[in-house]
T-cell receptor
């Protein structure tokens, strides 16, 4: 069975500083990995994904994530945080060939001006 | 840009009543999903639908729930006899072929009173 862990309920960072939101996963085969962002009272917006190839993937709004197979991690990063990045971030995984995408519990990011 | 649309945005119903939540997935997508989110917390998988049948479902998706794709465009979730604990935000999602990300609608907030 697949699962996703986001070990931090909340991450606080100052505007202009780099940010990292952590994610680890467990699947029986090769994973498809995703990051989504949710703003209040909105749906989930896709940020980026890892399917295969280069371990560093770049996505929307300057976000990137690094796939690390040995550590089964897929941490989300951004070199310089903006106040507008404050939101709820979800890591998600789907097994290759699988139907369902499973989400982590979410990490709330607060960026302080 | 194509999007997943959900109606209604908010539904209030009395306990024991039946509700139908409606979704129009992105037109060329093949895989369809329902998720729920309680109080802005974890996004929980309910069911996946492919090739006109349920491909996978969670423990939450019991006999009170059903899904249907009555025509070429709509995808519905029916809850036969609502309980107070069914109160949540329900998200519909769809995706294209293998490796693609899921696109989410804006959700239907279901309140059972």
């Amino acid at each position: 069975a697949q699962s996703v862990a986001q070990p931090e309920d909340q991450v606080n960072v100052a505007e202009g500083n780099p940010l990292t939101v952590k994610c680890t996963y467990s699947v029986s085969g090769n994973p498809y990995l995703f990051w989504y962002v949710q703003y209040p009272n909105r749906g989930l917006q896709f940020l980026l994904k890892y399917i295969t190839g280069d371990n560093l993937v770049k996505g929307s709004y300057g976000f990137e994530a690094e796939f690390n197979k040995s550590q089964t991690s897929f941490h989300l990063k951004k070199p310089s945080a903006l106040v507008s990045d404050s939101a709820l971030y979800f890591c998600a995984v789907r097994e290759t060939g699988g139907f369902k995408t499973i989400f982590g519990a979410g990490t709330r990011l607060f960026v302080k001006a | 840009e194509p999007e997943v649309t959900q109606t209604p945005s908010h539904q209030v119903t009395q306990m024991g009543q039946e509700v139908i939540l409606r979704c129009v997935p992105i037109s060329n997508h093949l895989y369809f999903y329902w998720y729920r989110q309680i109080l802005g917390q974890k996004v929980e998988f309910l069911v996946s639908f492919y090739n006109n049948e349920i491909s996978e479902k969670s423990e939450i998706f019991d006999d009170q729930f059903s899904v249907e794709r009555p025509d070429g465009s709509n995808f519905t979730l029916k809850i036969r006899s609502t309980k107070l604990e069914d109160s949540a935000m329900y998200f519909c999602a769809s995706r294209g072929p293998v490796g693609s990300e899921a696109f989410f609608g804006q959700g239907t907030r279901l309140t059972v009173v």
